[in-house]
């Protein structure tokens, strides 16, 4: 025999209930400042010393560059980007933030440059981290030879 559950309104297990206190609880902590700034956060995953890579201790992409939480607006902030506008400003329409490093987490404003995604493309291609679409191509048949001489 199935047992209902019925809310009764104020009561402290219904969900109604639950939604409004867990608001309160957010609204009373971002008062008091419990909430970190995006600088603060950006500061505890960004070591800043040396002429080196700064490498990014916090979250990364699949891709290895960092990335920061923005509050659940968006998907996240690069975190190269947001190095690169701590240090010099907004980053200009059409623009992208490249490395000179090579190093996704990098977050050093000094490895990068502003240019745009040909820019990014062609660097890529000076440094040899680039291949063609026919050597892609080439290189995708030759695994695949590969796997079925197997």
């Known amino acids: 025999m199935g047992r209902g559950i019925s809310w009764a309104k104020g009561n402290k297990q219904s969900p109604e209930w639950i939604a409004k206190r867990v608001a309160a609880i957010r609204t009373t902590k971002a008062a008091k400042g419990f909430r970190s700034t995006l600088n603060e956060r950006f500061e505890k995953y960004a070591p800043s010393s040396g002429k080196g890579c700064w490498l990014w201790t916090g979250p990364l992409l699949n891709v290895g560059y960092g990335v920061l939480s923005d509050g659940g607006k968006h998907r996240g902030i690069l975190a190269h980007r947001m190095a690169w506008e701590r240090a010099n400003g907004p980053i200009p329409e059409g623009m992208d933030v490249c490395h ?23 660097d890529a291609w000076r440094k040899g981290r680039m291949v063609s679409a026919l050597e892609a191509l080439h290189r995708h048949h030759t695994r695949t030879l590969r796997t079925y001489r197997s």
């Open 100 to 122: 000179i490093c090579d190093t996704p987490s990098c977050v050093n404003p000094s490895h990068f440059f502003l240019g745009t995604q040909a820019d990014n493309n062609r």
